[in-house]
Every structure is written in structure tokens, then in C-alpha cells.
């Protein structure tokens, strides 16, 4: 499998065909030391009997949908259900698992460019509509690897695309990210439902819970406290509502890393970004540098739009239609 790599003048973005999967990203603390910063594998052989998730691409519906089902103009779609009872990015055949055709662009913006697309059938995964997708990967000179989506369909379907790099700015593979400081725009949070395995459909202010990152503190002061939203998943995975969306491009969050002095801005013109601590991670797997993956290996941030919005009317709207065009942009820029 060929390795594809982005390169400027300090950073370096290196991902394969299959899933889009970013397999590293090198960049220098102030001292020009050189660490890769994504949780992942040594070789490309672990890679592709690894989880697959690891940063790849995921759709086309990236995070839970209850039970597979949402309606469309009263129609009833059923998707497969690959997470317990719940549909979990895109199923069980998700965007993650495809060979995405890869070819490197220019554009102006960006010193190195890819374009990575894919056609996704009329009924693939029982989603409706013939999707059309295209992801542009970009490094500018000024550290920001920028991921964007745009997708077309021939028929009313959902859509919510993401990245799932997991991140660990002192190394993957030098332990815990947990000592990460956390920043994010977001004075809501959606608590999750034991029953549901996602969202309840709620929208909470994170004030006076561990969920308020709206100045930095360390991931670790969070998934410590004894609160009910916490201990349901070991930790963090939930989605957190973005202030002031209006589709524009906006700083969502910052995560630094105090040891090593790296830190990482996260900008994207979503609604919401879920925040995982990787609480199913449990040393079972040797990661890279031959060390076992665990728990809070990396941290994911995924820009979306909020978990099970086809059946929320009062979330993001999920519906892509003939005619419109799917826009999603999510940069990552290291400092
Ligand atoms: C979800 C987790 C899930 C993981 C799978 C994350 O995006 O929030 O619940 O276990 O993906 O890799």
C-alpha cells in the first residue's frame, strides 16, 4: 500500500488509500525535536489489521445514529447496526474501510496538496443516494493541515463526515495524553443517554460540570471528577456545541501538551466536535514504537455536526439533497 506524505518546511502529513488514513504527522517541539503526533502503528501491516479508524475518514455518517434509523420526507431508512443496537460511522462497510482514488493537487493555498475521492452506491450501507465525495488534503507553510469535505447526491440522504486522528502531542507511543491541556470554544455540551449508547437529545450548558473547557485545564482534572456523565464511558466522548456557529471557519479548540511545549489549534466551520479519550483502548495492541495502546493513547477531535441529528429537529440539520452541496472544512494547525 503506497504512503502518501505532505511535507513543508517542519511538519509532515504521511496517509494511505484505504480509509484515507492519516498513518503519522511529524512535527518539531521549539527545540526542533521531531515527534509523530497520531496514535497508530509501526508498519503498514498493523495498520490495515489495526483499528481502522485511526485517522481515517469517516462516513457517511460519522458518530452514532440510534437504532440505524432516520426518516426522509416520511420515508423510513434502516441502516445496518454496527455498535450495539446503534449505527456507528457509516457501518459496518464505513468510509474508513474503502480505497478513496488519491491524486495530488495544486492549489494556491497549500504548499502540497491531495484530492481524495469516492462514489458511495445508491443503497451503499442502505443509505440513499448515489454520493459523490471529494477531500481535499492540505499543508500550508504555516503548520495547518487542512481536511476539505465536499460531497453530492442523487437522492435526499444524511451525511456527517469527520477525521479520527487521535492525538498525542508529546508522541504516540510515550503514554498517556491525559495530562493534555484542553481548550474549546463550546458553552454546551450533549450529554449522553445510558439507554440511547448517544445523545439524549439534550443540549447542557457545561457551566459547574467537568465539561467546561471554556478555559484550558488538563483532560486528566475532567475525567477525574466523580460526575455521571463521565463515569458512563471511562472518561470523555462526547459532543460539545460550538459557540457562535455560522458556518463560517472558527478557532473550536486548542490542545497542548505541557511536557513537550507542542500545541495544536483545531478551527472548522461545524457545529460540533467530539472530544473521545479513547476509553476503550486497554494495552491489548502494540502501537507505535512497540508500545501498547492505552487508555487515552491519543485524544480524537472531530469536527461534525452533533451525534444522531437526523432524529433531533432541534439539532444540526443532517439532510443533503439533489442539488446542494455537503461543506465541511476542520484544520488542524500545530504551533
Ligand atoms: C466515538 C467512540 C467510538 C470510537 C471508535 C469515536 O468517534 O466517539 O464512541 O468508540 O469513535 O473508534
Not at 126 to 140: A, C, Q, R
Not at 164 to 174: I, K, M, Q, S, V
Not at 240 to 261: H, I
Not at 285 to 309: D, H, R, V, W, Y
Amino acid at each position: 500500500m503506497q504512503i502518501y506524505t505532505l511535507k513543508n518546511k517542519s511538519i509532515e502529513v504521511d496517509f494511505i488509500a484505504r480509509g484515507g488514513q492519516i498513518i503519522s504527522i511529524k512535527v518539531p517541539d521549539a527545540e526542533g525535536n521531531i515527534a509523530d503526533v497520531v496514535v497508530g502503528y509501526d508498519t503498514i501491516d498493523q495498520t490495515l489489521d489495526g483499528d481502522a479508524y485511526f485517522g481515517a475518514l469517516c462516513g457517511r455518517y460519522a458518530n452514532r445514529i440510534v437504532k440505524g434509523e432516520f426518516e426522509i420526507d416520511g420515508e423510513k431508512f434502516q441502516l445496518d447496526c454496527n455498535n450495539e443496537q446503534n449505527h456507528l460511522h457509516g457501518g459496518f462497510d464505513g468510509f474508513n474501510l474503502r480505497n478513496w482514488e488519491v491524486r495530488p493537487v495544486e492549489l494556491e493555498e497549500y504548499v502540497q496538496a491531495f484530492q481524495l475521492s469516492l462514489t458511495s452506491e445508491d443503497g451503499d450501507q442502505n443509505y440513499p443516494g448515489k454520493l459523490e465525495v471529494s477531500v481535499i488534503y492540505g499543508l500550508t507553510d504555516d503548520n495547518q493541515f487542512v481536511i476539505e469535505y465536499e460531497a453530492e447526491t442523487s437522492k435526499p440522504t444524511v451525511i456527517n463526515l469527520t477525521s479520527h486522528p487521535y492525538f498525542n502531542l508529546n508522541g504516540a507511543g510515550n503514554g498517556s495524553a491525559m495530562n493534555h491541556e484542553l481548550l474549546l470554544n463550546a458553552s454546551n455540551y450533549t450529554p449522553i443517554s445510558a439507554e440511547l449508547g448517544t445523545t439524549s437529545g439534550e443540549i447542557v450548558s457545561v457551566k459547574d460540570t467537568p465539561f467546561d473547557f471554556t478555559t484550558a485545564k488538563s483532560v486528566e482534572s475532567a475525567c477525574n471528577v466523580d460526575h455521571e456523565q463521565i463515569n458512563m464511558i471511562d472518561g470523555i466522548d462526547h459532543n460539545f456545541v460550538l459557540d457562535d456557529f455560522d458556518g463560517t471557519v472558527k478557532l473550536a479548540g486548542v490542545l497542548s501538551d505541557p511536557k513537550s511545549g507542542r500545541k495544536m489549534e483545531v478551527y472548522t466551520d461545524q457545529p460540533g466536535i467530539q472530544i473521545y479519550t479513547g476509553a476503550h483502548f486497554n494495552g491489548s495492541e502494540i502501537g507505535k514504537q512497540g508500545a501498547l495502546i492505552i487508555q487515552c493513547a491519543g485524544i480524537a477531535m472531530e469536527t461534525q455536526i452533533f451525534p444522531n441529528s437526523p432524529n433531533y429537529e432541534h439539532f444540526p440539520n443532517a439532510i443533503l439533497r439533489p442539488g446542494e452541496k455537503y461543506k465541511h472544512v476542520c484544520v488542524y494547525k500545530f504551533c
